[in-house]
């Protein structure tokens, strides 16, 4: 009765000082466990709370114990023949699931290097897991601000709400990528480049994480890594953007503009759809307008998108053939994706290994030696709707593969997206 009586005491007062937002209950009673579940926005905090206040209040001896129930240590407090324990969960929301899995990809690597956890004394996911939030800090180098760092400790709190076993197997394996590097070219530093960049890099620079080799000549010698995630024979987009920013680009907004103008017959013969909408291109108005008409004739609707899809990609491969050295800069800098002092490679992540991936090694170098840029449809009766492809020439053939598609959900989506449609690129291979 009296570790009852302490352990209410201890309760009480981890109750009265916790965060609003923090929820505990019991999760179940049993003869000899009661388990309690607390959810909490900073489980590190909360865990170190609770284990204060069961310590004050001497209910028992206190351990941090990692168990099969949660991929983060619990609390366990033996009193006698009883053991009270305490489960800590993330409270949801407040982050794409996108970011989140992306983000403990690039960021537990660099937190693993720069305080020597070494993926050879890594026992198994949760072990790795367990040593990221023992050794993360805000003074840590791979943080460049104190906005990346706060947001790194919620990515690290709120890592069993996403792809959990799977993102965390790839960050070991970026780490065992990481220290091969090493191996060859010692590191100093790692950084992590979710928001801010370091000192002397683009802030558009595509780098997910940066290695820094140190300074020579007064020149800071750093490399950017892109992580792309995927299966072993998947090929990952290697650049996202839109059609708009590809026209911007080339200082062709105006024409951009006037693919309204092609566009809009395929508008104009939807029911409910006058003239006078036109001046609500891009609106979600009208595009509302043609989600409903989508809902009552789904044939038809597809079959307008789809022409527009063809004259969006007319379009862009006519813009793309019209400049030579334009298109070789926007190859370079936008799909190549690379910066005149500070390089990058991309690195692909999987369940099994990460692994440079050297096709843009292979287009750096193509490009370098073209002659001949070339956009085009593919030929065939079975190409894709949405492929188009670049083939550089100068007697070694690559071709680069490019898809143009709506990527948009409901009423935004084909139509409802009118003529910035997004554009990938996927693969670039010799002929």
Not at 141 to 164: H, M, P, Q, S, V
Not at 179 to 195: A, C, D, Q
Request: net charge positive; charged share 30%.
């Amino acid at each position: 009765m009296n570790d009852l009586i302490q352990l209410n005491l201890a309760l009480n007062e981890f109750q009265a000082n916790k965060e609003v937002d923090d929820i505990i209950e019991v999760k179940n009673a049993g003869a000899k466990v009661v388990a309690y579940e607390i959810k909490s926005k900073d489980r590190s905090k909360t865990r170190d709370d609770v284990e204060a206040a069961l310590k004050k209040y001497r209910v028992g001896t206190v351990t941090t114990d990692l168990m099969a129930m949660s991929s983060f240590a619990v609390t366990n407090c033996k009193s006698g023949q009883m053991t009270y324990r305490f489960i800590y969960k993330p409270i949801r929301g407040g982050m794409s699931q996108t970011t989140l899995n992306a983000s403990i990809t690039e960021l537990f690597p660099c937190i693993a290097f720069e305080t020597g956890i070494k993926s050879n004394q890594i026992k198994n996911v949760k072990d790795f897991y367990n040593k990221i939030i023992e050794n993360n800090s805000p003074n840590l180098n791979c943080y460049l601000n104190a906005k990346d760092a706060a947001a790194g400790k919620e990515f690290i709190d709120k890592a069993e709400t996403g792809k959990f076993q799977e993102k965390v197997q790839n960050a070991i394996n970026v780490l065992r990528w990481i220290e091969s590097v090493n191996k060859k070219h010692p590191i100093e530093k790692v950084y992590w480049g979710y928001r801010a960049k370091p000192q002397g890099v683009m802030a558009n620079h595509p780098g997910d994480i940066f290695l820094y080799f140190g300074t020579i000549k007064g020149k800071k010698q750093i490399l950017g890594v892109s992580l792309k995630a995927g299966g072993e024979t998947t090929d990952e987009p290697k650049l996202n953007t839109y059609v708009k920013p590809i026209f911007d680009f080339y200082g062709k907004t105006s024409d951009y503009e006037k693919l309204k103008d092609k566009l809009w017959p395929q508008y104009a013969v939807i029911p409910g759809i006058t003239d006078d909408d036109k001046k609500l291109w891009g609106t979600q108005a009208l595009a509302r307008k043609t989600y409903a008409f989508e809902q009552q004739d789904e044939q038809t609707y597809n079959e307008l998108y789809d022409k527009n899809l063809e004259i969006i990609k007319d379009e862009l491969i006519k813009l793309l053939n019209s400049n030579f050295s334009k298109t070789k800069s926007w190859l370079l800098e936008k799909v190549a994706q690379q910066q005149q002092d500070v390089p990058l490679v991309v690195v692909k992540t999987t369940m099994r290994t990460a692994r440079r991936d050297k096709s843009s090694d292979l287009l750096v170098e193509a490009l370098a030696a073209a002659d001949k840029i070339i956009a085009s449809k593919p030929e065939g009766t079975s190409r894709s709707k949405q492929a188009w492809n670049i083939v550089l020439d100068d007697g070694i053939t690559v071709q680069l593969d490019f898809t143009t598609r709506t990527n948009k959900v409901g009423a935004m989506h084909k139509m409802g997206q009118f003529s910035n449609l997004a554009v990938k690129f996927n693969k670039v291979k010799k002929k």
